[in-house]
């Protein structure tokens, strides 16, 4: 056994030097009509590094964080980083959160207790889970290491089975958190009682168009419309040349959240709700997490791996699938989930985007536990 305990401590010195950095920024030229139309604003950005700069605690957030149970573990010789907290009902189902990009561990800290300690939010007792939530290699207080899809769903599985002791337990995750979770249950089905995903992947090259429902081709062209429209520009230019983007967003923490933030406000409502949906401290400790790991590399890298790494991507249908729909994220018909997973289980939430566990966490918390609760019943 190779866990051992972990805290925060992020050293003064690393945060003095950004507080400089901060007081330094060389902002850029742009008309006052420019709005989001090049990007995220620049009166949004010099509002948010104000507040970063002057109001924002970096040890207030720290130590909420610490608050967690959290260990690292050395697998496979990957040192990796997680939380873990019990479940406090009389049968916790494992469970396994993994986050995607550009969010972090941080995407679900608003559902941990409610996942642990349902009574304490009026629910079931009965229904609570062992939740372990890990930095994917290359992101936060794990190594600053880039793995592929297939490695990093291997050692999660050994992480869950060998390092911490369960014999089976569900996986949940969104954007690459579904990537690896697929993997695990294309790889690892006998060790899985059942996965839960936000979205499935979506139309691409392989896709033969014409076996799709108009509901289908409606997602479809939706998100090729995005994609031309926002997502091409991020995707590529860490799918090819993430070393030479580093540069900058290591060096720059103004670079940097605009990096993230800009990423993470694209798709419907989210240049016009992101105050709502999001508080500055939130987005900022996201950042930081990135900022005092000096992971933006690592972690951009992942795209460039995925898109060389010739893995398995077929549909993942030996375990039973949960998929639920945020409405601010692309169209999600059924049916293409179904293509996809083992579909016993679809939602479609009333509200919430692409990071739903922190955007909605009473909702995404209730549907995991709906569906592990249909889970006990078959």
Sequence with gaps: MSVQPFKINVPQETLDDLHERLAHTRWINAAPGDGWT????????????????HSYDW??????????????????????????????????????????????????????????????????PNVSFDVVVPSIPGTGFSDPVTLDDDVNADLFAKLMTQELGYTKFVSA?????????????RRYPAILSGIHLTDVGYPDQNTDFSTLSPAEMEMAQWVQKWFMEEGLGVNMIMATKPQTLAYGLNDSPVA?????????????????????????????????????????????????VSMRHQGNYAPSTAVPAAVAHCPYDPPLPRAWAARHVNLVHFTDFPRGGHF????????????LQDFVSQLRKA
């Design 38 to 53: 090049y990007g995220i604003e620049l009166a949004y950005m010099q509002e948010l590094m104000q507040h970063w700069q």
């Design 59 to 124: 040890r207030k957030q720290e130590a909420a964080l610490n608050r967690f149970a959290q260990f690292r573990a050395e697998v496979d010789g990957v040192g990796i980083h997680f939380i873990h907290e019990r479940g406090k009902g009389p049968n916790p189902t494992p469970l396994l959160l993994i986050h995607g990009f550009p969010d972090s561990f941080y995407r679900y800290h608003k559902v941990i207790e409610r996942l642990t300690d349902p009574a304490k939010f009026g629910g079931d």
């Design 173 to 185: 995750g969104g954007d690459h958190g579904t990537v690896i979770t697929q993997s695990l249950a």
């Design 256 to 304: 940097l959240a605009s990096w993230l933030i800009g990423y993470g406000s694209s798709g419907q409502k989210g240049k016009e709700e992101l105050k709502t949906r999001f508080s500055a401290d939130e987005l900022l400790t996201n950042v930081m997490i990135y900022w005092v790991t000096q992971t933006i590399h690592s972690a951009a890298r992942g795209y460039f």
């Design 356 to 367: 739903m566990a922190w955007e909605e966490p009473e909702l995404y918390a209730r549907d």
